[in-house]
């Protein structure tokens, strides 16, 4: 098994641990506006695909990586199998190669392009959207515009997909069974977002454990914009 391989699997082991103690509040979050099972469907469906790129010989990350969607797909009930699982076989062709800082943002990216398509949900819809674009823009522009390390922009969009699950707090649901509430569904937050930052947040700790490095401590505001409009006056000025 590759370096990279290894710690997708480490990764994919993370998720399903921290989904598993999760569970009861997705289960929560989700009896709100939803269906209540998407906390059980969640860890039902990553346990099992930790099962299957455990089992996975000499694997590499695109291996991995598809094993895991292959699995969610089959396991995971309701619209998450094909939104999680799905978009991830597709968007394993972009880490063919291995995983370094620019196939990282491609695999991003496509990741993103396939949920949206697949839920025909866009950015304020409440859905898990709304977590994973801001997530991959600010991955995507600390990478290519602002030089930042991998560990960085990672945690970088982290912070940021943790902004954007706030942002489903206050907003109308839009696409998935919490919008047949209509204006109920404002003060729920999304369950799906939920769980992608739980993703997200064990994707970021196994790759500081893999570098033996510290979680960076950052917000989401990209370096070359200002923080606030004082900040932005200031720079007009100058």
Do not use: C
């Not at 620019?102 to 949900?121: I, P, Q």
């Not at 998935?176 to 992608?196: E, F, I, K, N």
């Not at 994707?203 to 490095?213: F, G, N, Q, R």
């Amino acid at each position: 098994m590759s370096d990279d391989g290894a710690a997708v699997v480490a990764a994919v082991e993370a998720v399903a641990e921290r989904l598993e103690r999760e569970r009861d509040h997705l289960t929560e979050l989700d009896s709100a506006i939803g269906d209540a099972d998407h906390g059980g469907n969640m860890a039902r469906g990553w346990a099992e695909a930790a099962d299957a790129a455990r089992d996975l010989d000499d694997p590499e990350p695109e291996t991995v990586v598809k094993a895991v969607g292959k699995t969610l797909m089959s396991e995971v009930g309701g619209a998450s199998g094909p939104l999680f699982g799905g978009s991830l076989v597709f968007a394993s062709a972009e880490i063919t190669d291995g995983i370094t800082a620019e196939t990282a943002v491609a695999f991003a990216e496509t990741y993103l392009e396939k949920v949206e398509d697949r839920g025909d949900a866009r950015l304020g819809d409440q859905t898990m959207v709304d977590a994973l674009t801001p997530a991959v823009h600010t991955f995507k522009k600390s990478i290519e515009s602002d030089d930042i390390g991998t560990l960085e922009a990672l945690a970088k969009a982290v912070a940021a997909a943790e902004r954007g699950v706030a942002f489903t707090v206050p907003i109308r649901a839009r696409k998935g069974r919490a919008s047949y509430l209509g204006w109920r569904s404002v003060g729920h937050q999304d369950p799906g977002a939920t769980s992608t930052l739980f993703i997200l947040e064990e994707v970021l700790a196994t790759a500081a454990d893999e570098l033996d490095a510290d979680v960076p401590a950052v917000d989401a505001a990209s370096p070359t914009i200002p923080d606030d409009e004082t900040e932005a006056d200031a720079a007009d000025e100058e």
